[in-house]
């Protein structure tokens, strides 16, 4: 499946300001907020996993997402770090392993920008 994004923006007859509207390939729109995290639709394979997991994923709900995903897409980003230019998944394990056995190609991912200080701090 191919993720893509359309944008349109509208200009109104009545001289309001233009109306954008934005989707993407899974039906959810994209937003940027105003402020605080970006929501961006990342290659898996610039994702890292820096901590340890003491278990593995739960099979059944990674089943349950797959279908999900397959007919609705994500509903919720994934929550990633970016430190100096590379991206740290801290949460949302479940929804990344069913993208890839999906075999998707990018993720939804909620993105904080943190310093090297912030990294190691999750990482205790």
Do not use: W
């Not at 996993?49 to 397959?70: C, F, G, W």
């Not at 994500?74 to 993208?99: K, M």
């Amino acid at each position: 499946m191919a993720s893509f994004a359309l944008q349109l923006s509208l200009i109104s007859s009545h001289g309001g300001s233009p109306l954008r509207i934005t989707a993407s390939s899974n039906g959810v729109p994209f937003s940027k907020p105003k402020s605080g995290p970006a929501i961006l639709e990342l290659p898996l394979e610039k994702i890292r996993r820096p901590l340890m997991r003491t278990r593995a994923n739960d099979p059944e709900k990674v089943k349950d997402l797959m279908e999900s995903i397959s007919h609705i897409g994500l509903q919720e980003p994934i929550d990633v770090l970016e430190v100096d230019g590379v991206y740290y998944g801290f949460s949302g394990c479940h929804r990344y392993e069913a993208h890839q056995r999906l075999g998707l190609p990018t993720i939804r991912c909620k993105i904080r920008r943190g310093t090297k200080e912030t990294l190691r701090h999750h990482l205790r």
